[in-house]
Nanobody, 115 residues
Framework: QVSLVESGGGSVQAGGSLRLSCAVS????????GAWVREAFGMQREFVAS???????YYADSVKGRFTISRDFSDNTVHLQMNSLKPEDTAVYYC?????????WGQGTQVTVSS
């Protein structure tokens, strides 16, 4: 059974950095597609960044130049490096991956940025 375990969330002051990780277990197949989305309190879930199997990346305008999505083929992990964090980045961040045509979601990790 495939499961996703997220880590790296926490609290940081504005201007700081965090690195989120999403470790996929229970599958011998590589990730076809990986993405991070976030949901701020009282807001709709929004796209943050994505990465295809061909390493093509996409970013929301609000995070371009500050966030970097990457993958580690050796352990089937997707990362989100977040720099220059702003209070408006505060949200629960969810990892989403597709493996062999099936979608999986992580449990979410809280990121809190204080001014």
């Amino acid at each position: 059974q495939v499961s996703l375990v997220e880590s790296g969330g926490g609290s940081v002051q504005a201007g700081g950095s965090l690195r989120l990780s999403c470790a996929v277990s229970g599958s011998d197949s590589a990730i076809d597609y990986g993405a991070w989305v976030r949901e701020a309190f009282g807001m709709q879930r929004e796209f943050v960044a994505s990465l295809t199997s061909g390493t093509i990346t996409y970013y929301a305008d609000s995070v371009k130049g500050r966030f970097t999505i990457s993958r580690d083929f050796s352990d089937n992990t997707v990362h989100l490096q977040m720099n220059s964090l702003k209070p408006e980045d505060t949200a629960v961040y969810y990892c989403h991956v597709n493996i062999r045509g099936r979608a999986y979601w992580g449990q979410g990790t809280q990121v809190t940025v204080s001014s």
